[in-house]
């Protein structure tokens, strides 16, 4: 049986975000794209019995997600070999990360404790609601809820964005340094 | 009856007088004992619990939660930019062809025999 062309585009289409996704898991290029590659041929060997109403981008994110969980047990105690292909990427302009530095957000997001590293990157940036990343991480929700808010707030403190409770962004604190001067 | 032991209990006294003990069991003498490592790891895990300067949590203000929205969306772009690589478009095309390949041979009579 062929793959059904809706089966094949939505494969199609998750692949550039299960692909970030598993660069920022494992933090390097080669093994991310190994793993991409094994999801999708696990996903392939099941094809028959994907059901067109389900959530294929979910099941991949979770066969990806769980097969990097088990290499990432073999491979705890080896040195970290993680590739530098997208730190200096011309591609990435300073004004997409504002006043963050792409070196510097890679290696604080490497910081993040492996749990709370994944829920972040699963609700904050490949678009998964709290419910669907609960799923894919075979969590409950609250959990989820608690490892994306202990990321952001680790996050924030490794890359020292908060400017307090109450600080203005740096438009309004341009806006506001402006207004001093007249 | 009279030779019937029965289990003896503490009485009121006795247990008021065990409750008096158990106080300073759990505090100076059993202190006493703990090894030194044990009770500096609980002095340590106390102030990350409760007290100690610690920062409140969940408390980010929508600007900072819009940068590292920001932040993340355009971590994740500059790989999603690049698109399907080829070897994934080969091996999907792959699959299809390895799966189309015996029907062909078989005539198309038959789905038996295919593997993945």
Do not use: W
Not at chain 2, 32 to 53: L, M, N, S, Y
């Amino acid at each position: 049986m062929t793959l059904a062309p809706t089966t094949k585009e939505a494969m199609l289409g998750a692949i550039p975000g299960l692909r970030a996704f598993a660069i920022s898991l494992s933090g390097n290029v080669e093994r991310a794209d190994d793993l991409v590659q094994e999801t999708l041929m696990r996903a392939l060997a099941h094809a028959d019995s994907f059901e067109p109403d389900s959530n294929m981008t979910a099941q991949l994110f979770t066969i990806l997600r769980n097969l990097y969980r088990s290499e990432y047990r073999k491979r705890r105690r080896e040195v970290d070999d993680t590739d530098n292909r997208y730190a200096n990427s011309p591609q990435l302009q300073p004004e997409q990360l504002g006043r963050i530095d792409f070196g510097e957000f890679r290696a604080s997001l490497a910081k993040l404790p492996h749990d709370q590293r994944e829920a972040l990157l699963l609700v904050g940036a490949s678009g998964f609601s709290y419910e669907e990343a609960a799923a894919i991480c075979e969590c409950a929700v609250g959990t989820i809820k608690s490892r994306v808010n202990r990321a952001r707030t680790r996050l924030t403190d490794l890359l020292s964005l908060d400017d307090g409770d109450f600080g203005a962004d740096q438009p309004a604190q341009a806006v506001l340094s402006a207004s001093h001067h007249h | 009856m009279e030779g019937h032991v029965f289990p003896r209990h503490a009485t009121g006294s006795q247990m008021k007088a065990n409750k008096q003990i158990d106080p300073a069991a759990a505090g100076s003498e059993q202190g006493d004992k703990r090894e030194p490592e044990e009770a500096t790891a609980r002095e340590v895990r106390q102030p990350a619990i409760g007290g100690g300067p610690r920062k409140a949590r969940g408390r980010l203000n929508r600007t900072t939660l819009s940068r590292l929205g920001k932040a993340l969306d355009a971590y994740f772009e500059v790989v999603r930019k690049e698109g399907v690589p080829e070897r994934f478009k080969r091996l999907l095309d792959g699959y299809d062809m390895q799966q189309a390949l015996p029907v062909q041979r078989n005539g198309g009579a038959t789905d038996k025999g295919h593997s993945l």
